[in-house]
């Protein structure tokens, strides 16, 4: 019968601790540190915030949801146009907010769904309060900055924009892009909100284009 | 000081001792839970070579993070913590369960007579059936009923919510319950 040996791992620990000359690391350092996590926190935050405001402004300017109005035919503007880029960028930086303020001590005995939902409205609400503000107006007008806010889903099939001139037969709209285009409308363009339309009007329409023009299928605004 | 005195400090007085300069102080907090720490590393990761490295590595590394530590905290929740992250990482690295066959019968020692019946029959469940359980209930179980812990220390070492113990702590029963009608019903 054999008998279990007890380690005494003390003295490995101890001969580990003076050979390799182990130190215990200073208050200052461990407080550097601290601090250098929680700018990093800060920051994390305040990057979540920018990116989450510039898909909540791009999702206001492409009006993505707009399309799902004229049916399964809407669906695939719906899709291309939604700023998935920002969305996902947006939901991994708040995700990865959430890994490290799980780190903190007063997360675990707050309760983690507690924790995610205060950081997920604090970050909506800030980035809606960005987007208000008018900051995005702002940076759009920097050349180097324009990119962020250039819709890549404008598509054939699909145009959104503001009424610039309007008239019976068609009108011309500026795209969030800052292109201009000339919609036609024909006998079998469905308006269900009625063909009023007036420089200023936000529209968005599916169609496609003939000799240059977008023949409008459907608008709406 | 002698070893007579240090044995009968605190666990935050040796501590106190230690980031003070009294490096050889530190031998009394590794005495002190070697023992609970390994068993617990045992558990977890159900090879005695891997559970003592892991240990190791946990005593060094809480030595050197040692002003790290919380006094709002008790000092052995801390460690447990320690090695705790050091057997996750190894598990982590093998990816894989090793059979019972290699669990020591550690548990069947610690009963205590005057423990009431749940607990001495979870335990004897536990020893015969935990590795069947997922790591996440294991290590619940393991904290609660082989080194009964506190659902408050608990919380402190896996830094979770107590709510969520809790819960863990119920379906792991009720888990290990089933694993256990199951084996029972196959004899």
């Not at chain 1, 510039?54 to 049916?71: E, Q, R, T």
């Not at chain 2, 045992?42 to 946990?58: I, T």
């Not at chain 2, 052995?76 to 990482?89: E, F, G, K, T």
């Not at chain 2, 819960?167 to 888990?175: E, G, N, P, V, Y």
């Amino acid at each position: 019968m054999t008998k279990d040996k007890k380690p005494d791992m003390a003295e490995s620990v101890m001969a580990k601790i003076t050979t390799d000359h182990i130190c215990i690391k200073s208050k200052t350092t461990i407080m550097v540190g601290t601090i250098a996590i929680g700018m990093g926190l800060g920051l994390l935050v305040a990057l979540s915030v920018i990116i989450t405001s510039v898909a909540l402004h791009n999702i206001a300017s492409w009006g993505p949801f707009g399309y799902l109005w004229f049916g399964v035919i809407g669906l695939l503007p719906f899709i291309q146009t939604l700023p998935w880029v920002w969305i996902g960028l947006s939901f991994a930086l708040i995700l990865l907010g959430f890994k490290v303020l799980k780190h903190y001590d007063f997360s675990y005995r707050t309760g983690y769904r507690m924790i995610l939902l205060t950081f997920c409205c604090t970050v909506l609400g800030l980035a809606f309060i960005v987007d208000k503000i008018g900051i995005h107006q702002h940076i759009s007008r920097q050349p180097l900055l324009r990119q962020i806010y250039i819709s890549t889903g404008d598509g054939n099939h699909w145009m959104s924009g503001e009424v610039i001139i309007a008239s019976q037969s068609g009108m011309v709209i500026v795209t969030p892009n800052q292109q201009q285009v000339v919609i036609r409308v024909t006998k079998s363009t469905k308006l269900p909100a009625g063909s009023n339309f007036q420089p200023g009007t936000k529209v968005q329409t599916i169609g496609s284009f003939v000799d240059n023009f977008f023949e409008a299928e459907g608008i709406r605004f | 000081m002698d070893q007579a005195k240090l044995n009968q400090l605190s666990d935050e007085a040796v501590v106190d001792l230690v980031c003070r300069g009294n490096q050889e102080a530190y031998a009394t907090i590794v005495k002190r839970y070697q023992q609970p720490l390994l068993r617990y590393a045992r558990y977890l990761l159900s090879n005695p070579d891997d559970a003592m490295d892991a240990v190791q590595e946990g005593f060094i590394a809480a030595y050197k993070y040692l002003n790290s530590f919380n006094p709002s905290m008790k000092f052995s929740s801390w460690l447990y913590r320690i090695v705790h992250n050091q057997a996750m990482n190894t598990l982590r690295k093998r990816k894989n369960v090793v059979s019972t066959d290699e669990l020591p019968n550690i548990v069947a020692t610690k009963i205590n007579h005057e423990e009431d019946q749940e607990r001495r029959e979870l335990k004897r469940q536990l020893d015969n059936h935990l590795q069947e359980l997922p790591t996440k209930y294991r290590v619940v179980l393991t904290l609660y009923y082989i080194e009964e812990k506190s659902y408050q220390e608990i919380s402190d070492i896996l830094r979770m919510p107590i709510n969520t113990i809790a819960t863990h702590l119920s379906r792991a029963k009720s888990q290990l319950k089933k694993i256990y009608q199951m084996n029972e019903g196959a004899l």
